[in-house]
């Protein structure tokens, strides 16, 4: 590869300038296999080294004419190596250039956007500490349940984050082939090492067959990967929405000196970057069902794919890309409301200790369906009038006949809530370091 090429930004990757650059490169080398074979003159491929060149905008002109990208593009480098040039792309068809080269970019992006998982995996994890026995409470069906604990939120984001980081991972591996087979993928004009050695400069692996593309299942499990990656981070952006919610507001975004919420009314704070994430993933997504499409294509080979891949190649890597962008910075500084944490668990006067009164009623001796209605009885009165549950309880003769207020008072101890917290965050990796 041309040095000032191998570590671009996500912005410049799906530039003309990088694409052709990788397209001169991917054809300097097949000369140069070829000549370590014999077949070319070394004086000539050293030519072709040091003379090869193209003009970005010339290439473009050319193809005006020639309405053929890669001709255009080997027109104007011919232009600078001269007579050597007819060793250029000698036994090659343009998706060898096209698809190695594409195999190349993604690579690329991919490699940029791991690195953007593996800093929001760190992220996660130090918020995941610091909020280890924060407690709050936990909502099924969007209505309260039993209390977990804010780290607990943030260290199963960080657990999700690190499978995709594996997918991702295996995504790059499988997007890395490349192919120097000819016009059907028969190589009829060139022995297999000439794409050994190409591939292999290229941090590429030789495709073990193709036709006259690599096949699009590839591609597709690629994207895919990253609408993956999308939806967890629509996950987070979902409930950081939620509980910015004024009548909630547990967390919320950073909103900096002199930001405004609003033309109207200056008063708000919206959480605009979570709102953001979330329209976006839907791009993902939709490219997905794109790159899906593009896997059937006719006999060895037809075009309907190219046209949908010069778009969502680059808009699905950079659209994560800025996701990924956005979202590290949002979950550092996220702000948090312990005490407003407190508030809304005391919402329900204590109706989060339910399940633990009718398991120790269980344990006890009293069928389940008994110590279940016993229980809901004294919960339903709670949701009307507010009183509080442990003490409304206590007044249940049928059940303090069982459950004495002394041990009542025993089993709803606040640190109860936080007993295997310390052991989920070993599970997780996340233990004291």
């Known amino acids: 590869m041309i040095e000032r090429y191998t570590r671009p930004e996500m912005g410049d990757i799906w530039t003309d300038r990088n694409r052709f650059a990788i397209w001169l490169e991917i054809e300097i080398l097949a000369c140069e296999a070829r000549a370590e074979l014999g077949h070319i003159p070394h004086e000539d491929v050293k030519h072709i080294r040091e003379k090869a060149a193209f003009d970005v905008d010339r290439v473009l002109e050319i193809e005006k004419e020639t309405h053929h990208d890669v001709i255009a593009f080997l027109t104007n480098v011919a232009e600078y190596v001269g007579e050597p040039s007819r060793h250029i792309h000698y036994g090659m068809t343009s998706s060898d250039v096209l698809d190695t080269c594409l195999a190349v970019q993604l690579r690329q992006a991919g490699l940029l956007l791991l690195g953007q998982l593996k800093e929001l995996e760190l992220v996660l994890a130090k918020r995941a500490r610091e909020f280890k026995h924060t407690l709050c409470i936990g909502r099924s069906h969007g209505i309260h349940a039993e209390p977990v604990t804010f780290g607990l939120k943030l260290a199963l984001w960080r657990e999700e984050c690190k499978r995709n980081i594996e997918r991702l991972m295996h995504a790059i591996d499988r997007i890395s082939y490349g192919q120097i087979s000819g016009a059907v993928g028969t190589f009829q004009h060139l022995p297999t090492f000439v794409e050994k050695f190409v591939c292999e400069r290229l941090d590429l692996k030789p495709a073990p067959i193709s036709t006259q593309v690599i096949q699009r299942d590839r591609h597709a499990e690629f994207i895919s990967t990253l609408a993956i990656v999308g939806t967890m981070l629509e996950r987070i952006a979902t409930e950081i929405r939620h509980l910015q919610r004024t009548e909630v507001l547990e967390a919320e975004e950073f909103f900096a000196k002199g930001q405004k919420g609003s033309s109207a009314m200056p008063h708000k704070r919206n959480p605009i970057i979570s709102e953001r994430l979330c329209g976006m993933a839907r791009l993902l997504r939709g490219n997905t069902q794109a790159a899906l499409e593009n896997v059937a294509l006719w006999h060895e080979r037809d075009i309907s794919h190219s046209s949908v891949e010069r778009v969502i190649c680059p808009d699905s890597t950079i659209t994560l890309h800025y996701m990924l962008h956005k979202t590290i910075p949002m979950i550092e500084q996220l702000l948090v409301y312990p005490e407003a944490m407190q508030k809304n668990m005391d919402v329900t006067s204590g109706l989060f200790w339910s399940q633990t009164v009718l398991l120790e009623l269980a344990k006890r001796g009293v069928s ?61 990796g996340l233990g004291d370091n």
């Open 368 to 428: 389940r369906e008994d110590a279940y209605t016993m229980v809901q009885r004294n919960a339903m009165k709670t949701w009307e009038d507010r009183q509080p549950f442990v003490e409304r309880l206590k007044t249940d003769e049928e059940l303090t006949a069982i459950l004495p207020a002394e041990d009542i008072d025993r089993i709803v101890a606040p640190e109860a809530l936080l007993t295997r917290v310390d052991e989920i965050f070993e599970r997780c």
